[in-house]
């Protein structure tokens, strides 16, 4: 084991370390514990074999095969970004539609709380 690989793998312990901690406080969720976790593992793998890089490239075809892992963790960098914007998307239209409902309820109970004088008569055609 070369001392690159020796790095490779003490950095993705402490990676692994970081995510353990973060979901011990709560701060991730379950997907996003999963979705880290992954990536620990797969960096820990190409750490301490980095001949795993090697022999997926072959088999691709890949005439370079050490860029493998930099365009797989792009890849899928790109996928994570895509997930967290469409959460958020979702997240605010929930949250508009959460405070039109509040308006609407604080509308009437304002209104429940101040009848306006015409009310009254209002009341009394129906």
Not at 17 to 42: D, M
Not at 43 to 68: C, N
Not at 82 to 97: A, H, N, P, V
């Amino acid at each position: 084991m070369t001392q690159a690989n020796l790095a490779a793998a003490v950095i993705a312990l402490s990676f692994a370390v970081v995510i353990l901690l973060l979901v011990r406080r709560q701060r991730l969720g379950s997907w996003q514990i999963l979705w880290w976790l992954a990536a620990a593992c797969g960096m820990a793998v190409l750490g301490l074999f980095p001949s795993v890089a090697d022999w997926a490239g072959e088999r691709l075809g890949i005439h370079y095969p050490p860029v493998l892992p930099i365009v797989v963790a792009l890849c899928l960098l790109f996928v994570k970004v895509l997930t967290m914007d469409l959460e958020r998307t979702r997240q605010e239209r929930r949250l508009r539609i959460l405070a039109q409902k509040l308006a609407g309820v604080e509308a009437r109970l304002h209104d429940l709380e101040h009848p306006s004088p015409g009310d009254s008569d209002r009341d009394d055609l129906t």
